[in-house]
């Protein structure tokens, strides 16, 4: 890299959020050219020491990019009068410079640091003024040379921003004591992140901090990685050895966690478990509001309810069985009522006669769902307006239950309210729900237990079916029209360990046989690019949806995502593209939110709004180079704007992992099966991969490997505390009775 000392002569564009400046910088009083990169704030007139690259843009031509700046103090009269012209200090302006100037020269600014006093001397400066006038500069210069401390030990300039954002004056003395601090205290900074700053400054890799917040990482990967809220103690102190080295004071590090609260430990029927305090304190929230809510009785305008359901029934022509009308019965009369089943048992049937006595009652009913795709299938069902669970909630702007503004003290306005695809609804998602449901309101709880978990943490719908507090509706029946789609057959003999049916022709579930991975590849890509579009006339990318059981390989996720990208949107010269770790993004590109992002706003029918969350699909129809920013408009409508830095949260979307489709239905599944490890070719993925198509399932591989994931049974272990929560509110009970 080369380094320049460049004067700033003005600013172009700059994004307050991440640092990413576009300035007119020149050196040594040659013509101007443009430097950009993510900087620490600059001001014209500054002289900056920037090392980086040349290279060329469109726009503005010739440019230097920027990896890391430096500000360096003026020592010329021009460049002291220039530098506090450029608004540096509040009240300073080129008048008030110049006098400066004029009055100390070249001591100017050591006057306004060390000398504040000194500057009433100057004509029109009072002595309230010269003290606002010294405290700026003081915070200013506190931020430069916080700046110049954070990237000495590697911090990039946006990262710098945010932690100084955080800490001000005390930015280095606290990074210093304990650069662990920043985990928890600094959005977007992880574990590795702070290890690798604090081994830059020399701290002991054995010391207390690094192993305290080397556990705190452990649990929060398992957490958000593999949905477990909590983790067996020896595996987690397991784990925490092999991130940290042998030597690590691991056992010390969580006695101290433990005793200081920043760990909760408890002991279950199968040994101790330990939690981050966010998760467990969700867990018993839940527990005791659930609880609570099973137990209230709102009294029904009816003096005889099965009649009245009965009625309501003939009057609508509705042939309901007889588990449906105990279903419906189960869900006005008790407190909060799970409905379970899986495709083609009448859930929808169920739900809409539910529905319609409601009606009767003269109820108020919200619908929710965890993502805008399964709000709009469930308001396409039901006729009825549903809405996402946290625009029902109204996410108000930070992470976690908390966020959102229906809460408590400002409940939801109805007398009951419906959730489908709860198999989705992850912990802290619950935990707001039920913040948010008043005494007395119904909760109806709807979603197929036998589809893989959320992908946040938790395992809700299966724990509250087991922990027997809700009541319980089971659907087993398959109806006679569900019967005629081989989906809906082969989905039901997949989860009771039978081999689908592969060979029906004229059906909606297909088999293609291919016994290697680029056989199979192929398929996938022609299948995808040509010939279920002439078949069906399907549009290739909002209808049809390949799905893979892992993300690395030769045919996963990664792999299938580059080679249809290359075959939906190559690269051309008018298309703009960014690259993102192993991959590119380009504008066009159908693409997936990965993670819960609080922050981002959107637009949607002249609504705005924040917040995407993981799993929510769209396409990047925007992608502005220049201004590094981007815009994705998601499948529901919303139109979202990113900055470059949050692109980091999409991933192309081409091909999904199977566990990311949940919640989602499309018309067509395209699902290539060649081979992988056990662990992740397992009866519940494959039941959930066929359950995702409305109109049509084609795999595309082995027989043999289709067979291997039918007769693995195996479910991975989700690690939670909610039962136990459950159980300790009996045992309360029962010592109080």
């Known amino acids: 890299m080369e380094k320049i000392t460049a004067v700033v002569e003005g600013i172009i564009f700059r994004n307050e959020e991440n640092g990413y400046t576009v300035a007119e910088v020149s050196m040594d009083e040659e013509e101007l050219f443009v430097a950009v990169g993510t900087v620490p704030q600059l001001y014209e007139g500054m002289t900056v020491e920037l090392e980086g690259e040349w290279g060329s843009h469109a726009t503005y031509g010739r440019q230097f990019q920027i990896a890391s700046a430096a500000v360096r103090t003026p020592d010329s009269l021009d460049g002291i009068r220039r530098y506090l012209s450029s608004g540096i200090v509040p009240g300073v302006g080129p008048v008030t410079a110049q006098r400066l100037v004029e009055r100390f020269g070249e001591e100017t600014l050591d006057v306004l640091r060390y000398q504040p006093g000194r500057l009433s001397e100057v004509n029109g400066i009072s002595p309230k003024k010269a003290r606002e006038m010294a405290q700026g500069f003081a915070e200013h210069y506190e931020m430069q040379s916080s700046m110049v401390f954070l990237q000495s030990i590697g911090v990039t300039a946006g990262f710098a921003a945010r932690i100084y954002k955080q800490y001000g004056s005390a930015t280095e003395a606290k990074v210093r004591a304990d650069p662990y601090s920043m985990v928890d205290d600094v959005e977007g900074i992880g574990f590795r992140t702070a290890d690798r700053i604090a081994q830059t400054m020399g701290l002991d890799p054995a010391s207390p901090e690094r192993a305290k917040a080397g556990l705190k990482h452990v649990l929060r990967e398992y957490a958000g990685q593999n949905g477990h809220t909590c983790l067996p103690q020896e595996l987690l102190l397991r784990e925490a050895r092999r991130l940290l080295g042998a030597d690590a004071p691991v056992d010390e590090a969580l006695g101290k966690l433990v005793i200081t609260g920043g760990v909760k430990q408890e002991r279950m029927d199968a040994g101790v478990f330990v939690w981050l305090p966010l998760y467990r304190y969700a867990e018993k929230e839940v527990a005791a509001k659930l609880t609570a809510l099973a137990g209230e009785r709102r009294e029904m305008p009816w003096a005889d309810v099965p009649a009245m359901v009965d009625e309501i029934v003939a009057r609508q022509g509705i042939d309901l069985s007889q588990e449906q009308r105990a279903a419906v019965l189960d869900a006005v009369t008790s407190g909060v009522t799970v409905i379970t089943g899986g495709p083609g048992t009448g859930k929808t049937t169920t739900l809409n006669c539910l529905l319609d006595v409601m009606d009767a009652a003269g109820w108020e009913v919200a619908l929710g769902a965890p993502t805008g795709r399964a709000a709009k299938r ?115 003999r997949v989860n009771q360990g039978e081999m689908p049916v592969l060979n029906r022709v004229d059906s909606d579930f297909f088999f293609e046989r291919k016994n290697s991975l680029e056989e199979a590849m192929e398929s996938t890509v022609g299948l995808v690019a040509h010939r279920l579009v002439k078949f069906k006339g399907y549009d290739r990318l909002k209808d049809i949806q390949v799905l893979a059981p892992m993300k690395k390989g030769e045919l996963g996720v990664y792999a299938l995502n580059a080679r249809l990208q290359s075959e939906f949107n190559p690269p051309a010269g008018d298309k703009p593209e960014v690259k993102r770790g192993d991959f590119l993004l380009r504008r066009g590109d159908k693409v997936m939110q990965i993670k819960n992002n609080y922050t981002i706003s959107w637009v949607q029918n002249g609504e705005t709004g924040e917040g995407v969350f993981n799993g929510d699909m769209g396409f990047l129809v925007t992608l502005d180079t220049a201004g590094r920013l981007a815009q994705v408009e998601f499948d529901d409508g919303r139109l979202a704007d990113y900055d470059f830095a949050q692109l980091e949260e999409l991933q192309l979307a081409y091909a999904v992992s199977i566990h990311k489709s949940q919640g989602s239905e499309f018309p067509v599944v395209v699902l290539p099966l060649v081979g992988g490890p056990p662990m992740l070719l397992t009866r519940n993925l494959l039941y959930t991969a066929i359950t995702r198509a409305r109109q049509m399932v084609v795999i595309c591989g082995r027989e043999e490997c289709v067979r291997r994931m039918v007769e693995n049974n195996t479910v991975v272990q989700r690690y939670t505390g909610l039962l136990s929560a459950f159980a300790q509110l009996k045992d309360l009970d029962e010592l109080s009775d």
């Open 378 to 492: 469930m308001t396409e069902a039901t006729g009825r307006e549903a809405k996402t669970l946290h625009r029902l909630l109204e996410y108000g702007g930070m992470d976690g239950a908390g966020s959102f503004k229906r809460d408590e003290e400002n409940p939801i306005e109805a007398d009951a309210v419906v959730v489908d695809e709860m198999s989705m609804v992850d912990l802290l998602l619950m935990q707001g729900l039920l913040r948010a449901v008043e005494p007395g309101c119904r909760l109806v709880l709807v979603g197929d237990a036998d589809q893989l978990p959320s992908v946040g943490a938790g395992n809700v719908l299966k724990d509250l079916i087991q922990s027997g507090v809700p009541q319980v509706a089971r659907l087993t029946r398959i109806y006679r029209q569900a019967q005629e789609s081989l989906i809906v057959t082969n989905a039901h």
